[in-house]
């Protein structure tokens, strides 16, 4: 493996797309209220993306140091635990994307005022302490909270707000689904982990409600998203054409079955895969049925 690879593997890909629907979501809506800006586009994904990257280097560096990630974890490699990376290397990758968010979120900050900068160091606090720090509340079962809040609401209104400095309804609701898909992928992923990380001392809410019930807030969280998009759409809430997300819901059958079926490493990681695409594909039709 070569820098670049390990790198890639740090930069856990596959979970960008958390990072991106948010955006395209709440600018679609701002171009449908005809208030949309691609600056405030363009910015926006660039602050997300980095503090996605920033929170997936911290995570591999942080766990490192806390022992959670040993050779029994089920997942992909970590890079600092691998000895691959080293964590003076890790965290100046933390430090160099945080600087790109803080760089995306000045110019944002520039035309939607000084709330986008009290959002973007309160969302890289949380993202720091989620970890780190010396109470890390990742450990205490509260990451699936916090992903709700600042990958689901926080991002999506955010993300409408920074074009006209509003956040219509509309934002809000769809901020709901979009967050509850989001933390299913940390649910995938962290139900995966449960016997290491229980091993590690580190209580995810998945250790905390053990597997059968960890099982039941997934599909709780997957299939419970599209009715609700479906309920805002008939009711008038959301643009009328938002309805046609709630036929992915035959797309959530896969991951909720290999979760309730499997337990093999392998098999998990293609649920909590098809769970990130899951996630993508239906912000990408929300945003597409809002702009026709």
């Known amino acids: 493996m070569n820098a670049v690879q390990a790198w890639k593997i740090a ?24 208030v949309f800006r691609f600056d ?3 910015y926006g994904l660039t602050a997300a993306l980095a503090i996605q990257l920033a929170a997936n280097f911290a995570n591999d560096a942080s ?8 050779a029994e ?33 000045v110019a944002l900050t520039a035309i939607a005022g000084p709330i986008i900068l009290v959002i973007g160091v309160v969302s890289v606090a949380a993202m720091l302490g989620y970890v780190g720090g010396p109470i890390p509340y990742g450990y205490r079962g509260l990451g699936e909270v916090f992903v709700f809040v600042f990958f689901g609401i926080v991002a999506t209104v955010g993300s409408r707000f920074v074009h006209d400095m509003t ?10 689904p979009i967050g509850m898909l989001v933390t299913a992928i940390l649910v995938a ?19 905390i409600l053990g597997p059968a019930r960890t099982r039941t807030l997934f599909a709780i969280l997957v299939y419970g998203a599209f009715p609700l998009i479906a309920l805002f ?11 046609f997300a709630f036929l ?40 597409g049925a809002v702009l026709t």
């Open 11 to 34: 930069a856990r890909v596959h979970t960008l797309p958390a990072a991106v629907v948010p955006v395209v979501v709440g600018s679609a809506l701002a171009e449908f209220d005809d």
């Open 40 to 42: 405030a586009l363009a």
């Open 63 to 70: 766990d490192a140091a806390r022992g959670a990630d040993t």
């Open 73 to 105: 974890r089920l997942g992909p490699p970590r890079m600092v635990a691998s000895g691959r990376i080293s964590s003076r290397q890790m965290w100046t990758g933390v430090t160099l994307a945080l600087l790109v968010a803080a760089g995306a979120g």
């Open 167 to 176: 956040a219509p309804r509309a934002a809000w609701l769809l901020s709901i």
């Open 189 to 207: 992923n962290n139900y995966r982990d449960l016997d290491t990380d229980r091993a590690a001392g580190k209580r995810t809410l998945a250790v």
């Open 233 to 243: 759409a008939v009711v008038g809430w959301t643009p009328m054409l938002t309805v």
């Open 248 to 287: 992915l819901i035959s797309f959530a059958t896969g991951p909720v079955r290999i979760v309730y079926s499997k337990t093999d490493g392998p098999a998990l990681i293609r649920a909590l895969k098809m769970t990130a695409r899951l996630h993508l594909w239906t912000g990408l039709v929300l945003a």
